[in-house]
């Protein structure tokens, strides 16, 4: 399996796709359209759509990082996708200890990839 991205380079990834998903989302409410459709469901549609299509958000591919299955090293299912993108908050809830815990997980998992059954590796070359 190839390496697990750190902390540092996971956290790089994830203000690229913030910075991209508030510019985005920005524009959007520029020309009128706000709401729970495009302040949650399009973002999280977004991620997951980059997740399943491409194994990665713009951000992680910015950094050479996808997401695979913990046990086979492949392609994530849609419903493990979906499922690491809803643990985000049992990650983020508790102070952000869940993300905080990639740097100290042997595995750099996150408590949302615990959950999916996931892991963030560097891209084969």
Known sequence: MPEPVGFANRFA???IDFLVLFIVTGLLA???????FVETLLPAAAVVWFWRRYGATPGKMAVSARIVDAASGGAPTLARLVTR??????SALPLF????WIAID??????HDKIARTMVVYEDD
Do not use: P
């Open 13 to 15: 990834a994830a203000t």
């Open 30 to 36: 520029i020309v009128g359209w706000t709401g729970f």
């Open 85 to 90: 993108y809803l643990a985000y908050l049992v």
């Open 97 to 100: 200890l869940g993300f905080v």
């Open 106 to 111: 042997r595995r750099r998992q996150g408590w």
